[in-house]
């Protein structure tokens, strides 16, 4: 299981789940539905973007999740979580998540794998940003992504001009 935020899926992350169906019969990539942080996207529209953009690879299927990880992980079948490091940076938060979900459930190990060198420094926090102060994202996202990125920023713009007209 590959679980994450998504919000947008990077090109980063798409470079794990590659990696991740050919080490593994089914990957699972899970949207986490409860986030504390105000996401862009819905949960609908991420799983929309996700089923698009990874329907060409057989063994991987797309869900949500509420609650703790280790526990739709479970109820999934689930028996590996799948992280990605680009930098010491990730380090400790990704250690702190895996002791406690090791804690939580033995049973169930974190794999981490480190982020290609081409996709160290994306971020989907980064992407947005970068996005919505006019820059170019070419290459950070899968093109469908970048076109609703660029679809939900103009329009937000569009907004943004008649608030302020
Ligand atoms: O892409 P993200 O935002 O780094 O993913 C973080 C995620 C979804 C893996 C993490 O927030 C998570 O697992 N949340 C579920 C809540 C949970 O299980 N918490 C306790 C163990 S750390």
Excluded: W
Excluded at 39 to 46: Q, V
Excluded at 106 to 117: D, R, S, W, Y
Aim: aromatic content about 6%; charged content about 25%.
């Amino acid at each position: 299981m590959y679980p994450g935020s998504f919000d947008p899926i990077t090109n980063g992350h798409l470079d794990l789940i590659q990696r991740g169906s050919r080490m593994f019969d089914k990957l699972i990539v899970s949207i986490l539905r409860n986030d504390s942080k105000q996401a862009l996207f819905s949960i609908e529209e991420r799983t929309a973007m996700l089923r698009e953009v990874l329907h060409i690879y057989p063994n991987v299927e797309v869900d949500s999740f509420d609650g703790l990880l280790v526990d739709h992980a479970a109820a999934q079948e689930a028996t590996v979580l799948l992280r990605g490091i680009r930098a010491i940076s990730d380090y400790e938060k990704e250690l702190q998540m895996a002791l406690m979900n090791r804690r939580l459930r033995p049973e169930i190990e974190t794999l981490f794998l480190m982020a290609g060198e081409a996709h160290s420094f994306i971020s989907s926090r980064l992407v947005k940003e970068v996005i919505g102060l006019g820059g170019n994202i070419k290459g950070l996202v899968p093109p469908s992504v970048e076109a609703r990125l660029l679809k939900r920023f103009s329009a937000a713009g569009a907004a943004g001009i008649r608030r302020n007209s």
